[in-house]
Structure formats: structure tokens, C-alpha cells
């Protein structure tokens, strides 16, 4: 879908579907990125609203299948083979019948993907910046309504944690902040019934309703916190925006279908930074995944360093300890080696982030902890220092592999090893770099009492942490691990994790599960650690998202992307940054540990293939643009025309069929002109225009459909008519442009 809503032209849209997709709030604008996708997704809903329309009124009985049958047969048209059609298993076969049985192929008893074909998904990274687009989208969403070119359709925002929700009430309530016209008004989805009553048509005055609830408490069951999805179909007219709301296999996931149901007579909207199903892939309307999401310079460099840290993989009691503390020691190194270039090159500057090292394990329960051994070897090297033959072992063989410069993943660019720094660490560094710590020492336990999620570590020879442990309960750990250690009780209201993004952070190591990442976002991470996590769809999953929430770069505050990008943008100045490019790259980039190197890179390489298949595309037919082909195109750099409205020459021909002129002509000529004033909302000075442009015809092109409704028209002519003429000031490359603000 993105190569096909690329094909269609910018300005082939009508005035009014695709204004002001920058601004969102007076410290905050919209990514080049996050604008295409919006860009995207907004041509794709006029093919499917506007031209595959056949001038029929959205509310029109056989309107909606008409569009999805005519949205269907454009895939075909541009390539799509493939069978996406569902099965009827019996666990889902009431259900869907009740829903899809018009759908149903009389040979094969399958039903169509015709009917679900009324979606479009946004794969984009995770910290790319979802929300914002979410919000963005819901807003246009709204002015669509309200200006009669789409539906009136409900919107539901659904995800699957309350701390997504969250962020979704901070955005939109920054958001509100500078669209005081029609700002958003959030409602849990059970007080559906009380809002309606209230507000039982579209009252922009008050703002826009926006419904939320948890995608993972919708059923077809009611119960405390349970929804059951049919008190609150609509008749299936909702637009519905999905935010990681992935539960199950997609064809089998009940929750997936209802999610469908309610949107079934309206649109789904996906956003995920981990898109498998290639259902879900062929209606991807913007690839801003992972491997995008880093050719494109917005997140860090990966590596996945050819060592293994395969000593855990074995059994505990068969576990041979120098290999598990040359492994451990390995990580340590590198964490230091990048310590010493953020404190030689930019830390005087200000620029940056202070390096951290990310553990994941599989397991923390104390009976068979992953953790645990990890944090055993960790000790000892903090309490006894690294013996000399080993740490010139595993630096050795570090600096074999890097100084063979390989690539790093999804780009051309090479590992450049900073001679000076890596030559010049000693061991000794790691007590400054790693242990915050002037030499080695017994460690101590600091705890805070109303916090049972974390524990820190400091030396008793420092006065600061230098390693955290956050995990579900650490309640079983004190018990059961960590008795005869000294236990700081610490009466600080902030807990270190909330703090850990923070410049005063002195956590150099973060250590937890599976489950830690959810939530969390930092650009600290400059090495990461997998130790016993799988290679199955789940695995996949976590390593995709966990390495997504590392991979963030802030070199200078609020500008996100490295720092050439940002200096080729004119974003950054460069006689100022500029001799730092080639001393960076350490802290542009996240090196890779793991149990298992080949299941990691399997994983990521996953995305290479996935990232070549969307710029090589097998849509035949299909008009893709230059910026899919891999090249940059040029665009203009406009301005307004200072000349008042009514000095100004009128603006591009607009088209319009013979009926719809004519309806359109008789209507003017006998509307008085407060009539047109309430119809339009448009100023005298424009309902002047709009009389001059009809008498004669001076602005019309006289062709195409039948729009089938005289009052939309009529405010689309209207707002064509106010258009500002474009005085050309430049040519820009719109790849590598950034926005101020952040994607948030």
C-alpha cells in the first residue's frame, strides 16, 4: 500500500484533506517521516472514500461494500496475488458468520479478504514517535468529519497496557494546547453510552470525542472490566486506531477479529513496530520499521559482536567460570571503551548521552536465574579486579573483530575502532567507567522500601550506584540471594529508574527480564545483552522491540538523528560539530551481546529482507516514487503571496463534473449570502470570490465524476478559492530534513 498511495499525486486531494500536517503544538512538530506517513495514509483513505466512492453519500446502503470490493480489485490491479483469505475455524466460525457472510467464496467456504481490506497499517520503530502520528491522524480524522468528506464515524483509540493510555492522554492534552478550535476530548469506551446521549451529534464546539479503552479487554463477553464488544459495535462505524494491540496469531486471534468488526463499516488503523503477518505487511501504508528507521538516521548503528556469550547456555553445575567472566568482562570492556569516548570527545560539550549497558535475561527466578549468574560474575570482577591474561584475552579478541571494520546491520557503513582510546584502556578502568569507583571493593545493596521492582549496586569503596536490577518482585532475590550483604536503606522519593535518562544518573549497568523493556524508552544504551532468549515468534518480538527502545540518539537536546544527518540538514552547524563525525560513532551505535549470536542476527536480518522487499517491490503496475526507488527528489520551498485576497490572482483550476457545475452554478446564484456564509463557514471576502469564479466560469475544469453532494462541494470549492498563491523560495531534500521538537 505505500508504493500504491505514493503513485497517486500530492496535489491530486482536494483542499482541506491534507493541511497543516506539521504542526503539533507550540514546542513540538511533526518529523519529515511522520508527516509522509500521514501523507500516505490520507491518499489512501481519499482512493477508498473519494474516488472509489462512485459519488455515492457515505451513508449509502451498498456504499461500503462497493468501496472495499473496488479498494480490493486496486491490489489485484497492482500485484497482489497472494490468497489472504480466512478460514472459518470452528472456534471463530459464529463469530464471523454473523459479520461475513456475504463474504464467503461458495468453493472454497473461505471468507474474503475483500472484507477486511478497509485497514491500513503504520509500521514504525519503536521510539519513532507513534503516538504523535496517532494523534496527528485522529486530528484530520476529525476535520474530515466535520467537513463531510468522510463518515461520521466514532473514533476508538485501543492498546493493550494503561501506561500506552497514558501516553496518549499526555500527547493529546499538548496537542490542545494550540488547537483550542477543536481540541480532543478523551472518554473511556464504557461511558459510550452516557457520551452519546449527551452529545448525540458531532459537536465540534465542545470538541472532538475520542473514545480509549484497553484492546485487551474487549470480548464477546461482559464481565467487571471485560467489554463485550457488541454493546458498542455502532453498526461497525467506528475508525478504529490500534497501537501494539497484537494478541495471537492474526487469523486466529479472536480479539484481532472483533478489532475488525467494529471498524468493519468504518476503518482500522495499525500502528506496530513489529509486523509479521503478511497480511499486515501488504496494507503497511508507511515502513518506518527498525532497519528504516536506521538507514534513515534517526536511530543508532547496530552491531552484533561475533562472540557468544555461550558459557550460559550451559547447565549450572557444568558451567565453566572463566569463559562466563570472559563473556561478562567482553561487555564490561566495550561499555568502558565507549565511557572513554563520550568523556575524552563531547562531554565538555554537553552533547550526547552517558553510556549504558542493557541486560535481558530469560529467567530471574532465583531457582534458575540467568541474572543471578550473570550478577555473580559481575561481582567478582567488581570485588577482585580482572586478572591480566584475561582481560588481554578478551580485549584481543575484541580488537580483532573491530579492527576488521564490519558492516554494521540495514546500512554500507563500516565499524571505524578508535585506536588512541581502545589502545589506551587499562583495567583500571573499569573501576572509573563501570563501578563509578576509584578501585575494586565489596558491594552493597540499596534499597528503597516502598519500591519492591528494583534494587541498586554500589561499591563500598564509591559513593555513588553503579548497576540497577528491575524486575517484577525483588522480594525472592533478598531472601533467597543476597543474604550476608550489607542492605542501604535509601528514603529518596524518585526511584533510580524513573531517573535513569536523566544527566545526574549514575547507573552505568541496567539489569531485568523479558518484561522490563515495555514502557521504556532512553537513547543511554550503547551495549546490549541477550542471554538465554529464544529464536521464536515471541523472541522475535522482544528483541525487535527491546533493541528498538536502545536504539535512540539525541546528539544535541530535542534533535533526534545522528549527527551528520543533522549537520547535512543544516540542523546542527557544522563549523561547530563537524570535527566530531568521525570521533562519535561509539556513541551512535549499540553493540550487540547474546546466548546466541545466530538466533540475534537471524532476527535482525530478518528486517534486511523485509527492508529489500519494500524497495524492490513486486507490485506491478504500481507507480513508485522516486523516494521508494532510493533517490531524492527536490521539492520546492514555498511561501505565501503577500497580496491581499482580493488583489490576488485566483488560484489552479479546479475540477468538477458537468452536473455538479451546473447544480453548483444555479445554487450560488440564488443563495443569499448569508446563506453561503452558514453553509460554509467562509468569510464575506470569500463568498465574493466564489460569486466571480461562477460568473463567468474563470476556475472550473469541466470533467470527471459526480461528487453527489452539493454542500461538501460547495466547501471544497470555497476552500480552493482561499488558497494562497506559492511564490518558490529554493529546493530542499526532504529525506534528511528534521522538524524542531521530537517525535516523543
Not at 459464529?94 to 473461505?110: C, F, P, R, V
Request: contains cysteine; charged residues 25%.
Amino acid at each position: 500500500m505505500q508504493y500504491m498511495a505514493e503513485g497517486i499525486p500530492d496535489g491530486r486531494l482536494p483542499q482541506g484533506w491534507m493541511d497543516d500536517l506539521s504542526h503539533f503544538s507550540p514546542t513540538k512538530s511533526l518529523f519529515d517521516y511522520q508527516q509522509r506517513a500521514l501523507q500516505n495514509a490520507l491518499k489512501a483513505l481519499w482512493k477508498y472514500y473519494e474516488d472509489f466512492g462512485n459519488g455515492q453519500p457515505h451513508h449509502a446502503d451498498d456504499a461500503n461494500r462497493q468501496r472495499k470490493m473496488r479498494f480490493w480489485q486496486w491490489y489485484c490491479d497492482n500485484g497482489l496475488s497472494e490468497d489472504f483469505s480466512i478460514e472459518l475455524k470452528p472456534a471463530l466460525a459464529d463469530l464471523l458468520l454473523n459479520y461475513y457472510a456475504d463474504y464467503i467464496h461458495a468453493q472454497t467456504g473461505k471468507i474474503s479478504y475483500e472484507a477486511f481490506i478497509n485497514r491500513l497499517n503504520f509500521w514504525m520503530a519503536t521510539g519513532s514517535g507513534k503516538t504523535v502520528v496517532i494523534v496527528k491522524l485522529i486530528e484530520r480524522l476529525g476535520r474530515l468529519i466535520q467537513a463531510g468528506e468522510v463518515p461520521p464515524c466514532d473514533i476508538l483509540f485501543l492498546t493493550h497496557r494503561n501506561d500506552l493510555i497514558e501516553q496518549l492522554r499526555r500527547q493529546v492534552a499538548e496537542f490542545n494546547t494550540s488547537h483550542g478550535d477543536m481540541p480532543m476530548v478523551l472518554h473511556e469506551l464504557k461511558d459510550y453510552a452516557t457520551v452519546k446521549r449527551t452529545r448525540s451529534s458531532l459537536s465540534w464546539e465542545q470538541g472532538m470525542t475520542v473514545f480509549y479503552y484497553r484492546s485487551d479487554n474487549l470480548n464477546d463477553q461482559q464481565k467487571e472490566k471485560i467489554l463485550d464488544f457488541r454493546n458498542y459495535d455502532n453498526d461497525g462505524k467506528w475508525f478504529v486506531l490500534l497501537d501494539e494491540a497484537h494478541k495471537g496469531d492474526r487469523e486466529d486471534s479472536k480479539r484481532q477479529h472483533i478489532y475488525s468488526i467494529l471498524s468493519r463499516n468504518g476503518f482500522l488503523f495499525n500502528f506496530s513496530a513489529t509486523f509479521t503477518d503478511p497480511r499486515d505487511i501488504a496494507t503497511t501504508v508507511c515502513n518506518f520499521n527498525l532497519a528504516e528507521y536506521i538507514r534513515r538516521g534517526y536511530g543508532k548503528h547496530l552491531l552484533v559482536v561475533q562472540p557468544e556469550l555461550s558459557a550460559f547456555r550451559d547447565k549450572p553445575e557444568d558451567e565453566p567460570d572463566a569463559e562466563k567472566r570472559k563473556a561478562v568482562l567482553k561487555m564490561l570492556i566495550m561499555l568502558a571503551y565507549v565511557r572513554k569516548v563520550y568523556a575524552r570527545t563531547v562531554q565538555p560539550a554537553s552533547l550526547y548521552h552517558r553510556p549504558l549497558l542493557l541486560l535481558l535475561v530469560n529467567s530471574v527466578n532465583p531457582r534458575d536465574a540467568d541474572l543471578e549468574r550473570f550478577f555473580r560474575e559481575l561481582e567478582l570482577l567488581a570485588r577482585q579486579g580482572v586478572p591480566p591474561d584475561l582481560w588481554q584475552a578478551s580485549k584481543e579478541e575484541l580488537r580483532r573483530e573491530l579492527g576488521q571494520q564490519p558492516e554494521f546491520l540495514f546500512e554500507d557503513e563500516k565499524v571505524r575502532l578508535n585506536p588512541a582510546v581502545w589502545d589506551s584502556l587499562l583495567p583500571e578502568d573499569l573501576c572509573q567507567c563501570v563501578f563509578n569507583a576509584s578501585r575494586h571493593g565489596e558491594i552493597e545493596v540499596l534499597l528503597r522500601p516502598s519500591n519492591r521492582q528494583e534494587m541498586a549496586f554500589k561499591l563500598k569503596t564509591a559513593d555513588r550506584p553503579f548497576a540497577l536490577i528491575r524486575i517484577g518482585d525483588i522480594s525472592a532475590w533478598l531472601k533467597e540471594k543476597l543474604t550476608g550483604y550489607e542492605i542501604v536503606e535509601r528514603f529518596d522519593h524518585e526511584s533510580l529508574f524513573a531517573g535513569l535518562n536523566g544527566d545526574a544518573s549514575d547507573i552505568n549497568i541496567l539489569l531485568g527480564s523479558r518484561s522490563f523493556y515495555e514502557g521504556w524508552d532512553s537513547n543511554r544504551p550503547n551495549v546490549i545483552g541477550y542471554i538465554n532468549i529464544g529464536i521464536g515468534p515471541d523472541a522475535r518480538k522482544f528483541i525487535l522491540q527491546s533493541v528498538g527502545r536502545g536504539v535512540r540518539v539525541e546528539p544535541i537536546k530535542n534533535k533526534r538523528q545522528r549527527l551528520l544527518p543533522l549537520c547535512n540538514a543544516n540542523d546542527a552547524e557544522a563549523n561547530r560539530f563537524g570535527h566530531l563525525q568521525d570521533a562519535v560513532q561509539p556513541l551512535e551505535t549499540v553493540f550487540i551481546f547474546g546466548t546466541n549470536r545466530q538466533a540475534i542476527q537471524t532476527v535482525l536480518d530478518s528486517l534486511r529482507k523485509e527492508q529489500a522487499a519494500f524497495h524492490e517491490p513486486s507490485l506491478s503496475g504500481c507507480e513508485v516514487s522516486p523516494q521508494a526507488k532510493g533517490h531524492h527528489r527536490l521539492i520546492p520551498v514555498d511561501k505565501p503571496a503577500a497580496a491581499p485576497p482580493a488583489k490576488r490572482p485566483l488560484p489552479a483550476r479546479f475540477e468538477i463534473a458537468p452536473e455538479d457545475f451546473q447544480a453548483l452554478q444555479s445554487f450560488v446564484q440564488g443563495a443569499d449570502d448569508r446563506v453561503l456564509l452558514a453553509l460554509t463557514d467562509a468569510t464575506p471576502t470569500e463568498v465574493t470570490m466564489l460569486r466571480q469564479a461562477l460568473k463567468p466560469n474563470r476556475v472550473f475544469t469541466i470533467q470527471g465524476g459526480p461528487s453527489g453532494d452539493l454542500r461538501r462541494l460547495l466547501r471544497r470549492v470555497v476552500a480552493h478559492l482561499g488558497l494562497l498563491p506559492e511564490e518558490e523560495r529554493g529546493l530542499r531534500q526532504p529525506e534528511n530534513e528534521i522538524r524542531p521538537g521530537w517525535p516523543g
